[in-house]
Nanobody
Framework: QVQLVESGGGLVQAGGSLRLSCAAS????????MGWFRQAPGKEREFVAG????????DYADSVKDRFTISRDNAKNTEYLQMNSLKPEDTGVYYC???????????????????WGQGTQVTVSS
């Protein structure tokens, strides 16, 4: 198993930035495709971004493309999500997730991910 712990959430004004981190422990981090998801109140959890094992392939939801950047540092067992130009609609609980199955590229479906963190709250005020 792998344990995932998110940090870096908080309250920010629209147009501001936040950087989320996800620290992994328990297994070799580079074995996992990693993703970020979010869930707004009353809505389903949705894909935000994903990154393959080496970091050479990334994918973004259309709603965050050109504003968010996903990255990973395998030496530090950590995944990041840099969020710029934040909007009120970005508000929600952000979760990191790990996919232990073999895929060439990050997956968008929740069911592809085997391990989840506890989430970190991001609130963007208008």
């Amino acid at each position: 198993q792998v344990q995932l712990v998110e940090s870096g959430g908080g309250l920010v004004q629209a147009g501001g930035s936040l950087r989320l981190s996800c620290a992994a422990s328990g297994r070799t981090f580079s074995q996992f495709i990693m993703g970020w998801f979010r869930q707004a109140p009353g809505k389903e959890r949705e894909f935000v971004a994903g990154i393959n094992r080496s970091g050479g392939s990334v994918d973004y939801a259309d709603s965050v493309k050109d504003r968010f950047t996903i990255s990973r540092d395998n030496a530090k067992n950590t995944e990041y999500l840099q969020m710029n130009s934040l909007k009120p609609e970005d508000t929600g609980v952000y979760y990191c997730a790990a996919d232990e199955h073999y895929h060439d590229n990050p997956q968008r479906g929740l069911g592809a991910y085997d391990y989840w963190g506890q989430g970190t709250q991001v609130t963007v005020s208008s």
